[in-house]
C-alpha cells in the first residue's frame, strides 16, 4: 500500500463512518429531551448530509468512484449511542448520556478529517483537502457546540439529583 492507496482507504473509511451517522442521527434527535440539544442533532444531521456529499466530491476530485468500505470505529459509537437511545431516553439524564454519546463521536471525526487532510495535502491533493477541511471545520463547530450545550443540561441534571436525595 502507498500513500495514495492509504488516503482512499481513508476517505472510504470517513463516507461509511459519515453514512452511519445520517442514518443514526435522527434517533437522538428523536430521544432527546432538551430543545437545544435536539436542534444541535438535527443541525448536525443536515451538515452531516453535507459532509458525504464532500467526501463523493474528494473521491471525484482524484478521478477516483466515491466508495464506502464499513468504518468499524463509527460502528461501534452507533451502537453505543444506540444503546443510550433505548435505555437512558427521555429524561434529563438520557440527554447527557446522548450527549456524551456525540462528543465522542465528533472527537472520532475530528481525528480521522485531521489525518485525512495531513494526507491529502502531502500528495498534493488541494481541492480534497479543502473539501474535507470544511467538513472538519464543522465537526469542530458541533463539538464545541455540544461542549457548551453540556453546562446547562448537567446543572440540571445535578439539580434533579438534589431533589430526589431530599
Known sequence: ???HELFLSALKDLSSAEK???KALPKLVKATVSP???AAFQSHLEETKTHVSR?????ESLGAKPKSVLCKGMQGLVVEGDAHV???AGDVFGDLALL????????????A?????SMAKTLGYGDAANLLVENLQE????SDLLRKLSKPILKQAAATAEKKKG
Open 20 to 22: 452511519q451517522l445520517v
Open 36 to 38: 437545544p440539544l435536539r
Open 113 to 117: 478529517y485531521f489525518s485525512a487532510i
Open 1 to 3: 500500500m502507498d500513500l
Open 139 to 142: 465537526e469542530q463547530r458541533a
Open 86 to 88: 433505548k435505555q437512558d
Open 55 to 59: 467526501i463523493q466530491q474528494a473521491f
Open 100 to 111: 456524551g454519546a456525540g462528543q465522542r463521536v465528533e472527537h472520532y471525526e475530528i481525528a
